[in-house]
């Protein structure tokens, strides 16, 4: 779109990405398109098929050529086990961030990394078990474990998310924006508190209900550093940055209006005091009974899970905000004709502005890899 246009700083006049533009509620031509979670585990191989049909004589003769363009996601891990290892090496990060740009061309290459990676940095030990998920070595529980934890200085920890935003930032050059993410106050204390992933929070609420100013405590540090974090992602090259808060599910809407959106707030006005035009898009899973107020965060964009009709969510949120979302990532395992039904009702529902198509959650490991590829082949051939 023509409102779109910027100088590049090498002098060439570059369209912006379309999922800035989608953002800032200019037309658009389709509604951008990424996935989240679209880097990693479902991915097989990352291989370009060149089929060269060759005709000798009477036979026809079908030849496939394989091209490696690079190693699956799979064939990584079984090199470098280790998560931490992978997400915190600058070239495996950019190699597993573009495997799914290679394949799928996304309008949004989010940075391969987690939300705890800021973590180790703040004086709080961890690890990624496979099969387990996340494990916090020694859990948080009274002032004094909270006195110890770090602010987090992002060029000193984790120098090599500032390096890969970078180079990704080169790579897809503007044909799609780089996603950066941090994860919400909430989660993480969550997760610090809990040990890992929890079912009943017990340990939190615990904390939460009897000694909140802890809590308190704690939740301050992380929205300080994750103000922090985004600040420095977005002068590394992200475009635009999620934030996960994937368990403000478990509070009751008073208790969120406490412990989570508070502190989402000062996260949101602390970045646009200094980067007024980088979009954040809020994600709070189960954010159903929450709707009308998580805009009094601030950020530009909601993204809906699938237990809200899009059109009820988008009346709910009001006009102002970008929607993104919210096709449940178990469609991705029903027919190809399913997939297109589904992805057309929600851009139908979503309107013809200010939407950015994505699941309602994380693909699920064990997707068909050709659904994905499905999937993104109508959303680009969408025409509002
Ligand atoms: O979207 C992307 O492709 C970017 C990569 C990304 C990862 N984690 C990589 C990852 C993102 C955006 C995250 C965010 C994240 N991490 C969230 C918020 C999103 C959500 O799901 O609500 C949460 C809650 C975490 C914490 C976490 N890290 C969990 C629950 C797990 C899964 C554990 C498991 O084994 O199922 C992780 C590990 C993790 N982070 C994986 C990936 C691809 C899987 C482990 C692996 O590939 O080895």
Redesign the pocket.
């Known amino acids: 779109s023509a409102g779109g246009l910027v100088a590049e700083s090498k002098g060439a006049i570059t369209a912006e990405p379309l999922l800035l533009n989608a953002v800032k509620g200019l037309d658009v031509e389709r509604p951008p398109v990424w996935?989240?979670?679209?880097?990693?585990?479902y991915m097989k191989a990352v291989a370009v098929f060149v089929f060269l049909l060759i005709e000798s004589g009477l036979s026809f003769f079908l030849m496939a050529v394989e091209i490696l363009i690079s190693q699956s996601?799979q064939a990584i891990?079984e090199k470098h086990p280790s998560?931490r290892e992978?997400?915190e090496n600058v070239d495996l990060v950019v190699e597993i961030s573009l495997q799914?740009w290679k394949v799928f061309k996304p309008d949004g290459v989010?940075?391969?990394?987690?939300?705890?990676t800021p973590l180790a940095g703040m004086n709080i030990p961890f690890d990624?078990v496979?099969?387990?998920?996340?494990v916090i070595f020694d859990p948080l529980s009274t002032q004094n474990d909270v006195d110890v934890v770090r602010e987090f200085v992002p060029e000193e920890s984790v120098p090599y998310v500032g390096e890969a935003l970078t180079i990704l930032r080169k790579e897809v050059g503007n044909e799609a924006a780089v996603l950066g993410?941090v994860?919400a106050p909430f989660?993480l204390a969550s997760?610090v508190v809990e040990g890992g992933?929890s079912k009943h929070f017990s340990k939190i609420k615990r904390l939460a209900f009897s000694e909140p100013k802890v809590l308190h405590a704690l939740l301050q540090k992380f929205a300080t550093s994750m103000a922090k974090y985004v600040k420095y992602q977005a002068d590394h090259g992200a475009q635009a940055v999620?934030i996960?808060d994937?368990?403000a599910t478990e509070l009751s809407p008073v208790d969120f209006e406490e412990f989570s959106l508070p502190y989402l707030k000062q996260i949101v006005d602390s970045v646009k005091l200094t980067h007024p035009n980088l979009p954040i898009i809020l994600?709070a899973?189960g954010s159903g009974g929450l709707l009308e107020r998580l805009p009094l965060t601030g950020v530009d964009v909601v993204s809906l899970d699938w237990t809200v009709d899009m059109a009820e969510g988008r009346r709910r949120l009001g006009s102002d905000i970008a929607v993104q979302g919210n096709v449940d990532p178990g469609v991705l395992f029903g027919s190809k004709e399913f997939i297109t039904s589904r992805i057309m009702d929600t851009v139908k529902k979503a309107g013809n502005r200010k939407h950015i198509l994505n699941l309602g959650?994380?693909i699920v490991?064990g997707t068909p890899e050709e659904n994905v590829a499905h999937f993104f082949e109508v959303a680009k051939n969408i025409r509002y």
């Open positions: 996935l989240m979670r679209q880097a990693g585990r996601y891990c998560f992978r997400s799914p989010i940075l391969f990394s987690d939300i705890l990624i496979k099969g387990k998920g996340p993410f994860g989660t997760y992933s999620q996960f994937s368990w994600y899973s959650h994380g490991v």
